[in-house]
């Protein structure tokens, strides 16, 4: 198992465009976490999904994001009409159970909007 | 809802010993991390606590009071590759699923 992988590394978008990340986790991982950080702050809580079913969703997430894991696989976050205040790096992480072992995230994909 | 306090930034010599704290206030304390980012790449997990008491990890322990709200992260034996930020993140019973809220993080650097 390579860890977690996410896809594209760097995005450059116009704002108003749509984006799509991935996110493909451990494989025996049954929960996975979007985060999303900018510089000098620490990761902020976006979606959580554990399986296939998406169990929290933070407040930051307006209607303009939307997350989904179909097959309880890999995961998907689309930003629909992006916003310079959307540029970010979105992380992903995975976890099995509630473990004592923390999250593996990902390597990010950095967005920005211009 | 948390709220973590950490320093914003720290400096130490090579060779030394450094303590990097973290306090928390949470209604459902269920579990500390401590995560270590370089600049322009992922949290990797360092330690974790949910008891009192010092958790040894090689150069990376971490210590835990839960009564006081309040955790750190003892540096021993500083390299110049352990300057990175250093997140501390507590996770929260809420409902059924146990959140994990993360700090702003601690910028340490080291110099020679």
């Known amino acids: 198992d390579t860890g977690v992988s996410q896809n594209p590394r760097h995005k450059i978008t116009k704002r108003g465009q749509n984006v799509t990340f991935r996110c493909d986790p451990i494989?025996?991982?049954?929960?996975l976490y979007w985060y999303r950080q900018t510089l000098g702050q620490g990761p902020e809580f976006l979606t959580y999904f554990q399986n296939e079913a998406q169990l929290e969703k933070s407040r930051l997430l307006s209607d303009r994001f939307s997350a989904e894991r179909p097959k309880g696989s890999f995961s998907t976050l689309e930003i629909q009409r992006t916003e310079q205040g959307d540029s970010a790096m979105y992380l992903c992480?995975?976890?099995?159970?509630?473990?004592?072992?923390?999250?593996?995230f990902g390597s990010g994909t950095r967005l920005t909007v211009v | 809802g948390q709220n973590i306090d950490q320093p914003t930034e720290m400096t130490a010599t090579e060779g030394a010993i450094v303590q990097i704290n973290c306090t928390y206030q949470t209604s459902g304390f269920n579990g500390l991390f401590w995560y270590q980012q370089h600049a322009g790449e992922a949290p990797t997990f360092l330690s974790y606590n949910v008891l009192d008491g010092l958790e040894e990890k090689g150069r990376f322990s971490s210590f835990l009071s839960r009564s006081k709200g309040y955790s750190y992260l003892p540096l021993k034996e500083l390299q110049m590759k352990d300057s990175a930020s250093y997140l501390c993140a507590v996770r929260e019973a809420a409902g059924g699923y146990q959140k994990v809220t993360f700090g702003t993080g601690t910028k340490l650097q080291v110099i020679p």
């Open positions: 992480a995975s976890s099995y159970r509630q473990g004592h072992n923390g999250y593996t």
């Open positions: 494989s025996e991982h049954n929960r």
